[in-house]
């Protein structure tokens, strides 16, 4: 599993930086804007010059509208700022035909602009809440719109988690459908180190997270701290180890 860690700014990505060994991707968001908020440009730019260049920044887009032209326009600035991984959080599409029509303007805008760019079509745990699309119907939406990953994160911050809505059963679901469209499977959603059992066991690609690796667990008001970082990652490896040496023995 790849660790994805979201810092609120650029103080906290030189945090991650300090934590750099024991993460995989820089997460870019705005949180005051949404649970999959957008950032400023230049917030992205500094944040990918804070970082080692090795590590992969990804930048969200934002929860966006039913508005394939701006939200096309959005993702193609996110990529000239420096952001390997384009995520779109599909809050204003309420049908996958939608969905898949914002995803193909952002795929075909990314793409033409820099080729290896990963593109990830972001759904919701919670979807029934926002009233967007299915979250079991993002693998095929992100399929049919040439997507490199799948994403369900959560809409509403209120202390609800991936599992409170979606549990690990359905998750597993997700992740299946996503692998046979040979996508990448991510999972994030106040995601606690009790629950890495079960993102490993359903064999998760992507891990993201904030409030698990900040001060008092709380993504709004504690900070990312280093060794916060590394103590999770020491649990999701050895989750994994266990999973793939039980799968072995199997």
């Known amino acids: 599993m790849l660790l994805l860690i979201s810092p609120d700014g650029v103080e906290e990505a030189l945090d991650?930086?300090?934590?750099?060994?024991h993460l995989d991707i820089v997460d870019v968001k705005k949180p005051d804007e949404g649970s999959l908020g957008a950032n400023f440009?230049?917030?992205i730019r500094e944040i990918r010059a804070a970082v080692p260049a090795h590590k992969p920044v990804s930048a969200t887009v934002g929860d966006v509208p039913y508005k394939p032209g701006t939200v096309a326009?959005?993702?193609l600035g996110a990529a000239v700022s420096g952001a390997t991984y384009i995520?779109?959080?599909l809050y204003g599409c309420t049908t996958p035909g939608q969905a898949v029509d914002v995803m193909r303007g952002v795929v075909r805008a990314v793409k033409e602009y820099r080729s290896d760019a990963l593109v990830v079509a972001s759904g919701y745990a919670d979807a029934h809440r926002v009233g967007c699309v299915n979250p079991l119907a993002l693998p095929d939406i992100a399929h049919r719109s040439g997507c490199d990953?799948?994403?369900l994160d959560t809409a509403i911050k209120d202390g609800t988690r991936l599992f409170d809505h979606v549990p690990p059963d359905i998750c597993a679901q997700f992740v299946q459908r996503a692998h046979e469209a040979g996508l990448l499977a991510a999972l994030a959603g106040s995601v606690k180190a009790g629950d890495l059992g079960e993102l490993a066991r359903i064999e998760t690609d992507i891990v993201g997270v904030r409030g698990?690796?900040?001060?008092?667990?709380?993504?709004?008001?504690?900070?990312?701290r280093p060794e916060l970082v590394a103590a999770f990652r020491a649990e999701m490896d050895r989750h994994v180890q266990a999973h793939a040496a039980a799968a072995t023995a199997g």
């Open 16 to 21: 991650c930086a300090q934590a750099a060994e």
């Open 41 to 43: 440009p230049w917030v």
């Open 73 to 75: 326009q959005a993702a």
């Open 87 to 89: 995520k779109v959080g």
């Open 149 to 151: 990953a799948a994403m």
């Open 212 to 224: 698990a690796v900040c001060e008092g667990g709380d993504r709004n008001s504690g900070r990312i």
